[in-house]
């Protein structure tokens, strides 16, 4: 697709996502806890992370026939050779479920390894974050740019915890470890895409992250790249979005930062 063809999509996805963050919303007024089931110790699921994908679903099919689709909550969708819709439905399912406001939806538009269109809906502030391939980055019509932070030490620095924590979780602490003495600060705040969402926008200047799904930074990858920052894996590659791990900010930070995870995480 060319940049004015994604640039002419990029609206419909935003309604799109503005219509699901309605929806959920709406739903946390009144929530009934015995929905959760859960997916593991540490990871769960409502009613609300199905409907809200199935309405993503039925809004986004008919904008790209022939597109195929990779969701959180649903592995048996029809995936396509070209472009794919690379969906969370709502990331930040634990916060949601406590009552912590910092929840979005997330939709990403994938060909290949590449996210050339990325929405992020965050919920509670009402902010919707997009960029698309060639067209910058932006959040609620104003253009944005990831930090100008030129080191690590500097550096306010997000992550979140895989939930598989047995795999590397000695390296996980061993990195959080070294950071506490680095950085100007850490959060955690429980959404990836919010976190890179807020990297884009230079709230946070950096974020890194291992055993991250592809719907989790399909949308928030482009954002940053779109915003000027680096996107890379922890060997300072590009195999981020299926490869489950993540680092973005600007090229200084990230740069710091891979050869950190590349030490502990070889």
């Known amino acids: 697709m060319t940049a004015d063809q994604l640039a002419a999509l990029c609206p419909r996805v935003q309604e799109i996502a503005r219509e699901a963050g309605a929806y959920i919303r709406n739903e946390r007024k009144a929530f009934d806890h015995t929905t959760i089931e859960s997916k593991g110790r540490n990871n769960f699921v409502t009613h609300v992370d199905k409907n809200s994908e199935q309405m993503l679903v039925n809004a986004l099919a008919p904008l790209l026939p022939g597109a195929g689709f990779i969701t959180e909550e649903d592995d048996t969708r029809e995936r396509s050779a070209d472009y794919n819709w690379v969906i969370d ?11 912590i406001p910092c929840y979005c939806v997330s939709i990403g538009l994938v060909s290949g390894n590449e996210s050339v269109l990325g929405v992020i809906y965050e919920v509670n502030m009402d902010e919707c974050f997009y960029a698309w391939k ?26 979140g915890f895989p939930y598989d924590v047995g795999t590397h979780s000695h390296a996980y602490v061993q990195v959080l470890s070294e950071l506490l003495k680095t950085v100007r600060g850490l959060r955690r705040i429980g959404a990836a895409a919010v976190d890179m969402a807020y990297v884009a926008c230079g709230r946070f200047d950096a974020f890194y992250e291992s055993g991250i799904n592809a719907w989790d930074v399909a949308a928030g990858s482009i954002l940053v790249q779109e915003a000027g920052g680096k996107v890379s894996d922890f060997k300072n590659g590009t195999d981020f979005i299926f490869g489950r791990q993540i680092i973005c900010g600007p090229e200084e930070v990230t740069g710091e930062l891979s050869l950190i995870m590349e030490k502990h995480f070889s």
């Open 89 to 99: 439905p709502l990331d930040g399912t634990t916060n949601f479920i406590h009552g």
């Open 134 to 159: 060639g067209g910058g980055a932006w959040l609620n019509g104003k253009k944005i740019r990831v930090a100008a932070t030129k080191s690590l030490s500097e550096s306010v620095v997000a992550t």
